[in-house]
């Protein structure tokens, strides 16, 4: 079965403090797509992140940073001094060869980042 | 870029009646979607196209309907709206290039039922 858990329901932080994103993934297939996604208040979701289950190497982009690691099934996602402009909940999902060829997708994770 | 556009941000109808969202993407993607979001249930599709006057069912099909004429077009139809069709619902669109592309969102619809 294919699922993706993001067992964090609610993050607070206080701007500039770092924080993680878990993002923990079951699938059976060896070929696979990882996605983060950001919904900020506004209700768009905006695509982050593509990874391929081949390519394990990690990912900077500004104060964002991904860290995919395939022996514990983890995309985890890092924000680095964040700003309360990263207020929003943020989606993992997975797509591969079962499942229809369907995104499945996490539950969200919503960061509050005060001032 | 990528613009998917839905026609409505907000919109408030009656139990009963037919309700029509709208969805269009300006950049030729074959592939088009439509989600709805409700809290603790997370995104469920709810019908997909792969190319014009394609569609099939997603995981929760039943009370809506999907039209797709013209290929930067898809619309959602709630052929007789109920409250329990209270909900946000996503477009999306992606190229046809292989399942694993991304896909790329409009604003969403919220939509109120009463």
Known sequence: AQKVTQAQT?????????????????????TYYLFWYKQPPSGELVFLIRRNSFDEQNEISGRYSWNFQKSTSSFNFTITASQVVDSAVYFCALINAGNNRKLIWGLGTSLAVNP | ??????????????????????????????NMFWYRQD????????????????????????????????????????????????????????????????????????????
């Open chain 2, 1 to 30: 870029d990528v613009k998917v556009t839905q026609s409505s941000r907000y919109l408030v109808k009656r139990t009963g009646e037919k309700v029509f969202l709208e969805c269009v993407q300006d950049m030729d993607h074959e």
């Open chain 1, 10 to 30: 609610e993050i607070s932080v206080v701007e500039k403090e770092d924080v993680t994103l878990d993002c923990v993934y079951e699938t059976r297939d060896t």
């Open chain 2, 39 to 114: 809290p603790g249930l997370g995104l469920r599709l709810i019908y997909f196209s792969y190319d014009v006057k394609m569609k099939e069912k997603g995981d929760i099909p039943e009370g809506y309907s999907v039209s797709r004429e013209k290929k930067e077009r898809f619309s959602l139809i709630l052929e007789s709206a109920s409250t329990n069709q209270t909900s946000m619902y996503l477009c999306a669109s992606r190229h046809s290039g292989g399942y694993t592309d991304t896909q790329y969102f409009g604003p969403g619809t919220r939509l109120t039922v009463l």
